[in-house]
């Protein structure tokens, strides 16, 4: 599997995560490493630390970085690199996630020899959904639909129609399973996305009226939220957000380039 290189800012915010937590029961009365029944348990602490590591490892593979081959000496130091891998974790799964959306959203249904060119229950399984049975339905439906249906061939549709659908992907369960609530939530993402040109916007907006009405079950959206839609589509673009994000496009290209992918 090729390594997913998530961005490196985001890997920091786990680290400082981490060094505030660690310093936070270590040093300004946390109660979590107070606990008097841990009683010096070392073998399992030495089980629970080889463990670790070699969890450690498959992640950074996976990440791109080197693994730390030494076990943890303390409860202390074994919590702190738990919270480490547990946070990269997430930005992985996030990772992995967009990835499956956007091949979804912009690649044909299937493959030549005719499987599908991104399995559902793939994506399913990455969802804040995966373990509630009802909102996971409602996930795999919007996967679902969007795999049958024709590829998008604008990027900036593919754009917008991945947005909304990740929105969903990443949505608690309680909120997928809330007609309203999800509503919000892609209205929400829509939003937050680049506005895609003038004369892609209606196709755009049409789409993400399309994934709404997957998702909440019904056959046709209400007027006021088409509208919320059309207009959500159409919110400007920061310009400060957009030269951060070309430049970062670039500096991504280049990366990929020199790892060879």
């Not at 030494?70 to 996630?97: F, M, N, P, Y």
């Not at 959904?129 to 049958?148: G, P, R």
Request: charged fraction near 20%; charge should be negative; include cysteine.
């Amino acid at each position: 599997m090729e390594p997913l290189h998530p961005q490196t800012n985001d890997i920091v915010k786990c680290n400082l995560g981490v060094i505030y937590h660690f310093i936070n029961n270590m040093y300004l009365g946390g109660t979590y490493y107070q606990n008097k029944n841990f009683k010096g348990n070392t073998m399992r602490l030495e089980d629970l630390a080889v463990r670790l590591v070699a969890v450690e490892a498959k992640v950074a593979s996976l990440a791109g970085y080197g693994a730390n081959p030494d076990l943890a000496k303390s409860l202390e130091e074994l919590d702190a690199r738990l919270g480490l891998l547990e946070c990269t974790v997430e930005i992985l799964v996030t990772a992995k996630t967009q990835e499956h959306i956007d091949a979804i959203v912009a690649a044909p249904a299937a493959t030549t020899d005719g499987t599908p060119a991104v399995l559902v229950d793939a994506v399913v399984a990455l969802s804040a959904s995966a373990d509630h049975a009802e909102a996971a339905d409602i996930v795999a439906d919007v996967i679902t639909a969007q795999v049958e249906a024709e590829p998008v061939a604008h990027e900036e549709v593919a754009d917008i129609v991945a947005a909304a659908v990740q929105a969903i992907v990443t949505a608690s369960p309680e909120v997928v399973v809330d007609p309203i609530a999800i509503t919000a939530a892609v209205v929400q993402a829509v939003t937050d996305a680049p506005a895609p040109a003038p004369e892609v916007a209606q196709a755009a907006a049409d789409a993400v009226v399309e994934v709404i009405a997957t998702v909440t079950g019904v056959d046709t959206v209400a007027p006021e939220i088409v509208q919320q839609v059309a207009d959500a589509v159409a919110v400007p673009a920061d310009p400060a957000l957009n030269a951060i994000e070309t430049r970062l496009d670039i500096a991504e290209a280049k990366i990929d380039s020199l790892l060879g992918k």
